[in-house]
């Protein structure tokens, strides 16, 4: 309709253009039908360009006209693959849209994942199994600070407030830096395997008097060890899927080997025994960096998301296995004879709950209490062995460097007088 209005114009124009140039003709004595195809031709071609010209714009027109329905296909594909399934449907209401990926802390997965949330660690059991194919190094550092105070009576009281004999006060103050690097490989979905290689720096500094002497001057005893500590093997399995508002099941076997330095080979400050003797502190003159026992640890860990915040936790049982004809090495190159020796087994038990503050921080809270058995010696538990609570207190932070690398920081205060008073650890978990 447009291209016939401008025809119909230039028609006007072209018959005005031809009275016009036929006055003038006349006027100049020019002949006006040669002046009129003169003119006619310059129309002819003036309306030949214009045509030109609409064509073009056609063509571009058509041109965007295809290119958008093009970039209509591909964005309604891009929205079709993009949606989840039917059944996933109601967990994706739940994620909160924070940035250019989901929150994934506090949503369950779909069927085809096996993958479960992660949080900031806090205990030593890891919330989320490694992939299928992948392998996680983590290097570590842990540092440990412990002091104690213990008064003793050696001898007899004739009152209540009088004592006959000698009091042994001690003051310990115990360092311990943790060097160590574990390694992480998912066999399947629901399978990983972990080696764990420890170095351990010990100091202590004890406050004291001699044994069984009347000395009434304290004397500062310092020692210190330096060593690889227990090298430990552990294998995980996810038992189930997390669904119908059940927790994720992770089943756990940890294997504690005896590299570390053995307790039992560190020399003992004692002129003869340590039993009897006349003087000496009746301490190590060299720190043990291992535990000196083989051990065995199975675990039960669950983790339930529940959006935002996601509530963990685990129960642990760990068989010490006994140590025949042992014998302790003091002063001279003398041994003493200790016999048989089994350390009491510990009944773990953790909880807490993490939190994700955005898609790359998270924040934890949990407590942590072992109940250790008594010592048993040749069968028979020693006199001076009770059964030991450890509880303490764990808060951690996670920061995820890239979709690779995350620093987690997490921080234990003890809750009981045998617990260490600060627990500081820093990991760096890296997948490849």
Known sequence: METSRQHRALALLACSSLAWSGAVAQAQGTSPARSAAKRME???????EQGRQIEALRQQAQEQEARYRELQERLQTQEARSAPPPESKPAATEVADTGPRPVRVGVAPSGDTLQMPEVAPIFDQPGILTPRGKYVIEPSLQYSYASNNRVALVGYTVIPALLIGLIDVREVKRNILTAAVAGR???????????????????DSTISRELFTGSANERVFDTSGRSIGDVELAARYQLNDGKGNWPYMIGSLRFKTRTGKDPFEVVTDCVTRCVGNTTGTGLPLDLPTGSGFYSLQTGLTWLLPTDPAVFFGSFTYTHNFSRDNLSRLVLNGEREFIGSVKPGNIFGVNFGMGLALNERSSFSVGVELNSIGKTKQNGMPVVTSVRTQLASLNLGYSYRLSDKTAVNVSVGAGLTRDTPDLTLTVRVPMSF
């Not at 310059?42 to 030949?48: E, N, S």
């Not at 490989?185 to 010990?202: C, D, H, M, Q, S």
Request: glycine share 4%; aromatic share 16%.
């Open 42 to 48: 310059a129309l002819q071609q003036q309306l030949t």
């Open 185 to 203: 490989w998912g066999v399947t979905n629901r399978f990983e395997l972990e080696a764990k290689i420890p170095y351990v720096y010990r100091s």
